[in-house]
């Protein structure tokens, strides 16, 4: 991607079709294990938004409301229509196989309207994995189809930071090759 590809600033401000500063939807669930997950949807595009789902000890409300944000300027970036969302869960002790299951069953139930209407497409993201995300579905009584053309958030993660990277060398004068 070259400099010369790099949305402008005023160009930006027109994909933000439906962005406030504070998200548009936030959903707080009480979960087993004294768990508590958060779905933060930060900006719809076509009716729909997408995000990973975190878990941890030191997952917080303000940390996935940021996480939702930096979603909504990853695909605005991309042109793509999509909203930017982010789920987390704050587990405060370890968890088992079973006991992992039973939270993410748990917030898929609770977030069922949004899954099942495509209003919110989750993903796995720190501390989750498929089956973790392929959980949450059952949970909303979504059966899963894996499907090799899904859109990979870490695809775009890594393609914006190498763009940052190139845009700052480029700036500077560096070189990319040999850099750290």
């Known amino acids: 991607i070259g400099a010369d590809n790099f949305m402008d600033l005023s160009e930006y401000k027109k994909q933000m079709w439906v962005k406030k500063e504070e998200p548009i939807f936030i959903k707080k669930v009480d979960l087993p294990k004294n768990s508590i997950g958060w779905l933060v949807i930060d900006s719809m595009g076509f009716g729909s938004s997408t995000g990973g789902i975190r878990i941890g000890k030191n997952v917080s409300l303000e940390e996935v409301k940021l996480l939702a944000k930096e979603m909504t300027l990853k695909y605005t970036f991309y042109n793509l229509p999509i909203g930017g969302a982010k789920a987390g869960i704050y587990c405060p002790s ?87």
């Open 94 to 180: 370890p968890l088992n196989m079973r006991e992992k299951e039973e939270i993410f069953l748990t917030f898929g139930k609770s977030l069922k309207p949004l899954l099942r209407n495509r209003i919110y497409s989750a993903g796995p993201d720190m501390g989750t994995n498929q089956n973790d995300i392929d959980q949450l579905y059952k949970g909303a009584g979504i059966i899963v189809k894996h499907v090799r053309d899904t859109l990979d958030s870490s695809y775009y993660t890594a393609i914006s930071v190498f763009s940052a990277l190139r845009a700052i060398s480029l700036f500077n004068g560096m070189k990319l090759k040999g850099a750290r």
